[in-house]
């Protein structure tokens, strides 16, 4: 059974850092790639990066530069570290399995980033 469990939300001012972390199980790092993704109120959810099985990575444009994206398979888990953070930011974080064709399918409750004037 496919297990991703996100944490390391919180709130901070604007400037500051916050690592999230999204815990896996039930499936192979070396077979999928994994996306994080946001969604604000009252606005849809986003692509915010992407890590492929063979470390490749990509950024939406309003986090390049300040996001970074990376996988620990020892630990099984994916990281999204978060500098120079916005207001704009602000939003509820997810992670998810890339299973196209069908698409992103196992979401969970997502971690809170709260970055404050």
């Known amino acids: 059974e496919v297990q991703l469990v996100e944490s390391g939300g919180g709130l901070v001012q604007t400037g500051g850092s916050l690592r999230l972390s999204c815990a896996a199980a039930?499936?192979?790092?070396?077979?999928?790639?994994i996306g994080w993704f946001r969604q604000a109120p009252g606005k849809e959810r986003e692509g915010v990066s992407c890590i492929t099985s063979d470390g490749s990575t990509t950024y939406a444009d309003s986090v390049k530069g300040r996001f970074t994206i990376s996988s620990d398979h020892a630990k099984s888990t994916v990281y999204l570290q978060m500098n120079s953070l916005k207001p704009e930011d602000t939003a509820v974080y997810y992670c998810n399995l890339d299973l196209t064709p069908i698409g992103y399918v196992y979401w969970g409750q997502g971690t809170q980033v709260t970055v404050s004037s």
């Open positions: 039930g499936f192979s790092f070396d077979d999928y790639a």
